[in-house]
């Protein structure tokens, strides 16, 4: 089993910027690929951002040039740079997780950071 702790999310004004991290432990094998999604009420689950161990990203449209995702491979964490943030931004922030290993690829999610942006 491999466990993600999220930190991170909390209240901002739009505009302002919020800084999202994710740590993961337990039975790790290789980590190949880390992301965020998020989820809104009402609404689906969809991708933020992800990004694979060699450093490939890949953003969701409405989130291109505002935020950033970043990783450590050493420290097996994550982090998400958000930038000029938005009231539409405002959702439950999910870490997710592949962990691979010659017998089985298996996906990990967290338990969720809210963010709100509002004024």
């Known amino acids: 089993q491999v466990q993600l702790v999220e930190s991170g999310g909390g209240l901002v004004q739009p505009g302002g910027s919020l800084r999202l991290s994710c740590a993961a432990s337990?039975?790790?094998?290789?980590?190949?690929?880390m992301g965020w999604y998020r989820q809104a009420p009402g609404k689906q689950r969809e991708l933020v951002a992800s990004?694979?161990?060699?450093?490939?990203?890949n953003y969701g449209d409405s989130v291109k040039g505002r935020f950033t995702i970043s990783r450590d491979n050493a420290k097996n964490t994550v982090s998400l740079q958000m930038n000029s943030l938005k009231p539409e931004d405002t959702a439950a922030y999910y870490c997710?997780?592949?962990?691979?290993?010659?017998?089985?690829?298996?996906?990990?999610w967290g338990q969720g950071t809210q963010v709100t942006v509002s004024s």
């Open positions: 997710n997780a592949v962990n691979w290993s010659p017998r089985s690829e298996l996906e990990y």
């Open positions: 337990g039975s790790i094998f290789i980590i190949s690929r």
């Open positions: 990004i694979t161990r060699d450093g490939s990203t």
